[in-house]
């Protein structure tokens, strides 16, 4: 079925259960640092193709990026795509990308649904 990624960030609870998930099922994964090495606007919109949501739906709108570039503003699809690309923190975590699936891994047990 292909290899397991995950788009990670080492400070979030939800990311680290989801490493350990993966671990206690002795699968094997490349982790992404995505705050570090940045998706670009190709590689999140397949991203969301995988997930089959839309970028609404994958923003974390809690975030003060949000509350600053995002909210009340009309953007399309588009430039809520180039928003995340510019400021990584609007993106949810974490993605678990298998072949042409991806589920966001909270919790953790979703990741069951790519194995």
Do not use: W
């Amino acid at each position: 079925m292909g290899k397991i990624e995950v788009v990670h960030n080492p400070r979030c609870r939800k990311s680290r259960e989801s490493l350990a998930y993966l671990e206690g099922k002795g699968l094997e994964f490349e982790t992404r640092l995505y705050l570090e090495e940045k998706l670009d606007k190709t590689e999140l919109s397949e991203i969301l193709k995988k997930l089959g949501i839309q970028a609404m739906d994958l923003m974390r709108k809690g975030e003060p990026d949000f509350k600053e570039f995002i909210r009340g503003k009309e953007l399309s699809e588009d430039e809520m795509i180039e928003q995340m690309v510019a400021h990584p923190k609007l993106i949810e975590r974490p993605i678990v990308i298998r072949g042409s699936k991806a589920v966001v891994g909270r919790p953790a047990e979703k990741i069951e649904d790519l194995l």
